[in-house]
């Protein structure tokens, strides 16, 4: 049997530099954010834009529906017709500029220039 002054003890220290790994991280954190981010913005313009996009659109029926009915004088369906058409020019040009958006976002927008003169 040793004694305790015959004992051997070994200690081993092992370092590594954790800098990079920890930058990495931090970076996929911070990208992780901005997707979360990103998703609630999506979330948010899709309920605006359903919105948007239902309100004329039940305008629209609504007026087929007076249209459909046969106590309207022609002036009165003549009207209901205007605002079905402008209603729905409406709803054309929002679901232009949705579209437009999501092009200038994919980088595939090219702007037309039509040859206007300059303001100044």
Sequence with gaps: MQSASQRS?????????????????HALE???????NATVAKSQFLAT??????????????????????GLSKEQRV??????YATGQSLLGL????LDVDKIES???HFNHNGSTSLL
């Design 79 to 84: 009207e209901a017709i205007s605002l079905a």
């Design 30 to 36: 911070v990208e992780r954010n901005k997707a979360i």
């Design 49 to 70: 834009m359903s919105h948007e996009i239902r309100t004329p659109i039940s305008s629209i029926m609504g007026f087929l529906e007076l249209l459909s009915g046969s």
């Design 95 to 98: 679901i232009g500029e949705i």
């Design 9 to 25: 003890c070994c200690l081993y220290l092992w370092w590594q530099d954790i800098t990079e790994t920890r930058d990495l991280i």
């Design 107 to 109: 980088g595939n927008y």
